[in-house]
């Protein structure tokens, strides 16, 4: 079983900055992927971002360029660094961690809001 703990949503204003953490605990395998998704209402839940264990890293083309992913391994955390945030941006946001290697384990966290005004 794997915990995730999400943290550092909030309101910002458009054009403004936020950054999100998720740390997992647990029984956490090394090799692994990390990432968010996010939802917004009345759409269905989509990528926003993913790193892997060995460094890897996908983004969706709408946040390319604006949000930056990274992770501490150490720690077991994973950020979302979110810049030029945009009203369309406003979306719950999950932090989703999975086995790379069978058994495809995953788990989510709770999420966290982040709502950008106009």
């Known amino acids: 079983q794997v915990q995730l703990v999400e943290s550092g949503g909030g309101l910002v204003q458009a054009g403004g900055s936020l950054r999100l953490s998720c740390s997992a605990s647990?029984?956490?395998?090394?090799?692994?992927?990390m990432g968010w998704y996010r939802q917004a209402p009345g759409k269905q839940r989509e990528l926003v971002a993913t790193?892997?264990?060995?460094?890897?890293?996908n983004y969706a083309d709408t946040v390319k360029g604006r949000f930056t992913i990274s992770r501490d391994n150490a720690k077991n955390t994973v950020y979302l660094q979110m810049n030029s945030l945009k009203p369309e941006d406003t979306a719950v946001y999950y932090c989703?961690?999975?086995?790379?290697?069978?058994?495809?384990?995953?788990?989510w966290g709770q999420g966290t809001q982040v709502t950008v005004s106009s």
């Open positions: 989703r961690w999975r086995r790379i290697l069978p058994p495809l384990n995953e788990y």
């Open positions: 647990g029984f956490i395998s090394a090799i692994n992927l």
């Open positions: 790193i892997s264990s060995g460094g890897g890293i």
